[in-house]
């Protein structure tokens, strides 16, 4: 399957919920995700893409867990619902870092702080 052929299958099969798409490439192994939009902007028409499945935020945040990131929980704050990330710098102390739990919010976490 073609970039262009996920993007079109996306648009026909996205249900409401669904914000990020997971994908892999079997040839080199690679897994990764997007917020659904950001994807269908970026992929290559003629990149190969082996097989995708479309996640809610649910499942986004069961993907994130499965990867064993220390320290991290959802809570609430100011009765908005938060991710927390405590984690150490390079000098070890504990640091403390809240994300809002939005698309936005999961994959800022998943892209720049966790595999940067």
């Known amino acids: 399957m073609t970039g262009k052929d996920v993007a079109d ?3 026909r099969e996205k ?3 669904e914000f990020f798409i997971k994908w892999w490439c079997s040839g080199d ?3 990764d995700f997007n917020i659904i ?3 269908v902007a970026t992929v290559r028409p003629e990149e190969a893409i ?3 499945t479309l996640l809610t935020m649910d ?3 069961e993907a994130l867990l499965k990867l064993d990131p220390d ?3 959802r809570g609430n704050e100011n009765g908005e619902e938060v991710i927390r990330w405590v984690w ?3 000098d070890g102390a504990e640091r403390l870092t809240v994300y809002p739990f939005t698309p936005q919010g999961l994959i800022t976490l998943f892209d720049e702080e966790l595999f940067a």
């Open 9 to 11: 299958r996306v648009a």
């Open 15 to 17: 249900r409401e919920g």
């Open 29 to 31: 192994d690679a897994v």
């Open 37 to 39: 939009d950001r994807f």
């Open 50 to 52: 082996d097989g995708f």
């Open 59 to 61: 499942g986004m945040w």
């Open 71 to 73: 320290n991290l929980e």
């Open 88 to 90: 150490q710098d390079r």
